[in-house]
Nanobody, 124 residues
Framework: EVQLVESGGGLVQAGRSLRLSCTVSGFTSDNYIVAWLRQAPGKERERVSCIRLSDDSTFYVDSMKGRFTISSDNAENVVYLHMDNLKPEDTAVYFC?????????????????WGKGTLVTVSS
């Protein structure tokens, strides 16, 4: 059974950094794509970034490029999202999700597995 557990959320001041962790279990191979998505209050869930575990290829939404970095530690079964220069508009519940396979649009509809999310609140 695939499980994804997010951690690392919290309250942070604007301009500071935060690193989220997604601990994964139940993967039978590295043929998965792991995504970070977020949902702000009153808004739809949106994609943030994806990483393909087999070769560490990454994808970022344009607005996140340069501030957010996704990485994986396959030995520890953890996928990270490092967020720099946080802004109040980054406030959201951040979800870790996974999709089987090699190709992905890195969108919510394609994900096969979901974590429960971790709340990030950025104060101004």
């Amino acid at each position: 059974e695939v499980q994804l557990v997010e951690s690392g959320g919290g309250l942070v001041q604007a301009g500071r950094s935060l690193r989220l962790s997604c601990t994964v279990s139940g993967f039978t191979s590295d043929n998965y794509i792991v995504a970070w998505l977020r949902q702000a209050p009153g808004k739809e869930r949106e994609r943030v970034s994806c990483i393909r575990l087999s070769d560490d290829s990454t994808f970022y939404v344009d607005s996140m490029k340069g501030r957010f970095t996704i990485s994986s530690d396959n030995a520890e079964n953890v996928v990270y999202l490092h967020m720099d220069n946080l802004k109040p508009e980054d406030t959201a519940v951040y979800f870790c999700a996974a999709q089987r396979g090699y190709y992905s649009l890195c969108d919510a509809d394609g994900m096969d597995y979901w974590g429960k999310g971790t709340l990030v609140t950025v104060s101004s």
